[in-house]
Each structure stands twice: as structure tokens, then as C-alpha cells.
């Protein structure tokens, strides 16, 4: 089996190439390597791969030095005439699409990216699968969807019709057009929406990432809505694994869908949506805590009024994936702030002279505390 996966480069993307390289797939990883976050760990993430910084920087196609089974293509999805150029030479039997233009509060400030990297590339990647024999489109959507709902858990069954960003419309956009695709094509889709995803390898503008490395750098913390907010954190390897698990169960059409009482989850075309989350709400102040306990050193706290476009809680209601695929998330936050933060210290080479006097100010500081 062939299957691309786009945002290769990226953090669930970088892990999703990995595990499928690893279980023997033959596997095209594509991404644009963008600047909207360092571009050294995602070459670093690539090389985990088996590439070359090098040659991925000045080649559009590079082979995998380790791994046989995995190419890397260095491609904008914007560019609708090289994906139709793709498939065709290709033919994938499965495309992961978690190429996409990340971040709310991004998206207050740029939002032609948003509609150029999330619109108009996941368009040319519908109509590039149109014209092929693709068996599944598996696609990121994002828990932002839901927006003004306060319904909780938040169910796929749920209203998303007022969005709270441009990020969470053009994420909405994506389970709109899909299922069009899958209606008019017989396209088999996936919507995934994405809770809060973290883990070794995770996006510098994410909570853990930029509390972790401000903590460790004696730098204060913002902390929004005065710390009143709670996330539906999702380590890594369980989202991976619920992917990897997805691959060979594509959507069918739902019998028992009906217009008058219409599920907005499935379809009479090929088309499912998913939550994808751990269904474990916690609270960012927690979140924060195990951070410090893990670091060794209490934070210095900035307690800040809510961001433009975020939202005060999430949490998944996961039972419809969990009963289709016969999995349920194993990392709880504690084991995997720890993976991170261990992760953090390694790949930043973080003095042991450093950590040391961290460790220490800290004993005082939480013993004094």
C-alpha cells in the first residue's frame, strides 16, 4: 500500500510518516517547510526520517538514507498543476492530509495563509483524488470547530456552525467540501478533529513547548483568562495510533441517514467525522503545576484576560472512534508532560550545571512555598 502524507515536517504529521515507515508501508512524505515555526526542527524531524538537511534544502525529491520504503517531496499544495502531477505518477491507495496552516491566534493576523494553505490546498488535493483511485482520504480538522458551542463533552453530533477564528472556518470548510467530494466522487473521507495535541517533537507555539522553555529559562508565563481554562490534552502516540488504526477502515455510506433528522457526523455518501481526543479534560493550572514539578522550578505567572478566538474548554466526546477502531488513549498528562520535558532537555542540550541549580532553587522555592 502507497500512502502520502502531507505536512510530513510537521509534528502529528513528522509522527504519523514514522510509524508507517516503521510498519513497512510504502510511504511519500510531502511538505513546504514554511517559517511560521522554526525551520531546524523540522529538518531535525526529517532527519529522523532518514534525511539529509541538505539535500532536502536544495532538492525537490530526496530519498530516505535509512529507510528504502520512504521518499520526501518539498511541494506548496497550493501549487494545484505539481499535486495533479503527483497523483497521477504515484496512485496512492491512501492520502493523510495533515498539511495546514496551524494557529488561531495566527490567523487574526494573516488570514490569506489560511485560506491559501487550508481552502485552496485541500481543494487541489479533493480534486487530485477525484481523478484518481484513491481507496481513503483520512484529513485533520481541529477541535476549534466547535467554536461558541458550550455543550460538553463536545460531540460530532453538535451545531458547529459559529466558528470563534479563521483557522476553526477554514477547518469547518474542509468537513464541508470533503463530504461534497465524497457525495458527488464516492471519495471515501475522514475528518479528524484534533484535541490539543502535544508530545516530544511538538509545535514551539504550543502551551507545553512555550511553558516548558520559558520555565526553564527563568522567563514568566502567559496565562489567558486568568487561568480559568481547561484543555482535552491528547499525547501524540495516541493520536498516531488511532490513525494507523483508521487506514484500513474507510467510511461507507450510513443506512439509516436521513434528511429529516440529519447525523451530522455521517452520511449517505462515504463520509465520517471523528473527535479525536483523550476525553480527559484538564485544568491549564494542573497542566501548568506538572510542568514545574517536572522542571524542578516554579513559574512566574503573567495572568492575562481571554485571546481573541480561543475558547475557555474542551473536551472530547470520543465514543464513536473508539468503538469503531477498539482503542482508547493510554498516555494520561502527567506521563506525558514527562515524555516532553525529557524530550525538551535533550534536544536543546540543556546544561546539566543548569538543570542542577534549577532543580535546587526550586526544592527551596516549592519547599518555602
Known sequence: MKILVTGAAGFIGFNVAKRLIKEGFDVVGLDNIND??????????????????????????????????????????????????????????????LAAQAGVRHSLKNPHQYIDSNVTGFLNILEAARHSSLRHLIYASSSSVYGANTHMPFSTKDNIDH????????????????????????IPTTGLRFFTVYGPWGRPDMALFLFTEAIINDEPINVFNFGNMERDFTYIDDIVESIYRLIPKPPTSNESW?????????????????????SRPVRLMDFIEEIEQQIGFRAEKKL??????????????????????DYHPQVGYKKGIRKFVNWYKDYYLIPQSKERASVGAANAALTNG
Open 163 to 186: 466558528p470563534m477564528s479563521l483557522y476553526a472556518a477554514t477547518k469547518k470548510a474542509n468537513e464541508l467540501m470533503a463530504h461534497t467530494y465524497s457525495n458527488l466522487f464516492n
Open 258 to 278: 436521513s434528511g429529516d433528522n440529519p447525523d451530522p457526523s455521517t452520511s449517505f455518501a462515504p463520509y465520517r467525522v471523528f473527535n479525536i481526543g483523550n
Open 36 to 97: 511560521y515555526y522554526s525551520t531546524d526542527l523540522k529538518f531535525a524531524r526529517l532527519e529522523q526520517l532518514g534525511l539529509i538537511k541538505e539535500s532536502i534544502k536544495n532538492e525537490v525529491v530526496v530519498e530516505s538514507s535509512i529507510n528504502a520504503n520512504f521518499r520526501f517531496i518539498k511541494m506548496d499544495l497550493e501549487n494545484s498543476a505539481l499535486i495533479n502531477e503527483l497523483f497521477a505518477e504515484e496512485c496512492f491507495d491512501v492520502v493523510i492530509n
Open 304 to 325: 492575562l484576560p481571554m485571546q481573541p478566538g480561543d475558547v475557555p474548554k474542551t473536551w472530547a466526546d470520543v465514543d464513536d472512534l473508539f468503538n469503531y477502531i
